[in-house]
């Protein structure tokens, strides 16, 4: 059990189990809305759109311990330069002669590490005020 509370002390580890929860969500919400009756198109907008404020929530307060609501806007900009980064990435791969499953699947590690990256820099971190201790920079 201690290692497990160790584990979850990873600042890095517990971003990967909100990603999952996130993803679960937003993914329910798609799902439910295309049951009732919506296109695909409009339940993957309003999934996303949902998915936005739920994961700057979670992330914000369970990951990176941050309450800010104010930062809405630089997660919701944040979130724009990854799903750019994540579209050149898997289109880099398919030009690789890859098909697009596999450049999905492919880009999923390096998009994890840079949403990690600019959510703990950009987004959650940019607003303290006094400068990070040690122990929070070896907190990965």
């Known amino acids: 059990m201690r290692q497990f509370r160790k584990l979850l002390s990873l600042q890095l580890v517990r971003f990967l189990l909100v990603g999952i929860l996130n993803t679960g969500f937003s993914y329910s919400i798609y799902a439910g809305l295309m049951y009732f009756g919506l296109n695909y198109v409009m339940a993957n907008f309003l999934a996303l759109i949902l998915g936005i404020f739920f994961s700057f929530h979670t992330q914000g307060s369970l990951v990176f311990r941050n309450h ?7 997660f919701a900009a944040a979130w724009l330069l990854i799903f750019l980064i994540n579209i050149g990435l898997i289109s880099l791969i398919i030009r690789c002669g890859f098909n697009a499953y596999f450049a999905g699947a492919a880009a999923l590690v390096p998009i994890t590490i840079i949403s990690y990256l600019i959510q703990k820099f950009f987004v959650f971190g940019a607003t303290t005020s006094s400068p990070p201790s040690i122990s929070s920079k070896l907190d990965l």
């Open 68 to 74: 800010n609501n104010r930062l809405i806007f630089r």
